[in-house]
């Protein structure tokens, strides 16, 4: 089976039991809309690319996080504002995704819905990040960031109260917040397919 259909079939069943949303169960107030593009490359050990956000950033600075942002306006859906954020941010060319579908939403505590959408892309693009908004980018193998060995624990104090949430370290890079959260829904709708 191909990636593509492979992860096209997992994003299509039932959310399994013990996924996380975050605060989507919390009233918190207005909730803001955002989406994001997890872009797995079409290799034979596929990656998924990440972006590392500038440090002189207002929201998230300096961390790991997927190319996404905020729904516009004119933006008809979430796979829309994800390929059109990707664009912006790292110059994929929306029509060299191949969409794979939607993946579980999760709120953050800055309260914002994110919905991820899973696309496969070609193996060797030719990104072009603007330095407004990306500091760096890189690729993680897909097995390691989805092995549940990989995903550690962490305890924090977050908006006074203590919340757990999930850390991944791949080569020096630490991807956690949402952005793990949302790789350990997508690790366990896969695991369940």
Same mark, same amino acid.
């Given at each position: ?74 933006? $008809? ?12 941010? +790292?110059?994929?060319? !929306? =029509?060299? &995704? *191949? ?13 914002? $819905? ?12 030719? +990104?072009?990040?603007? !330095? =407004?908004? &990306? *500091? ?58």
């Amino acid at each position: 089976m191909s990636l593509v259909a492979r992860l096209t079939a997992a994003l299509a069943l039932a959310a399994p039991p013990g996924l996380s949303s975050g605060d989507l169960d919390d009233d918190i107030g207005d909730t803001r809309e955002a989406a994001v593009l997890i872009a797995v490359t079409d290799r034979p050990h596929p990656g998924v690319l990440f972006i590392v956000r500038p440090e002189e950033m207002r929201m998230h600075p300096g961390q790991v996080a997927f190319p996404g942002g905020k729904v516009d306006d004119d933006d $008809r859906d979430p796979a829309h504002t994800a390929l059109r954020e990707a664009w912006e941010e +790292l110059g994929i060319e !929306p =029509a060299s &995704v *191949a969409l794979c579908g939607l993946a579980d939403a999760y709120r953050t505590i800055t309260n914002y $819905r994110v919905t991820p959408v899973v696309g496969v892309v070609p193996p060797d693009l030719s +990104l072009r990040p603007d !330095p =407004a908004e &990306v *500091a760096d980018w890189f690729e993680a193998p897909l097995d390691y960031i989805l092995d549940p060995a990989n995903h550690d624990q962490r305890v924090a104090q977050i908006n006074g109260r203590a919340g757990g949430y999930i850390q991944i370290n791949w080569q020096g890079r630490r991807i956690w917040g949402a952005t793990a959260a949302m790789l350990v829904n997508l690790s366990r709708r896969l695991h369940e397919a």
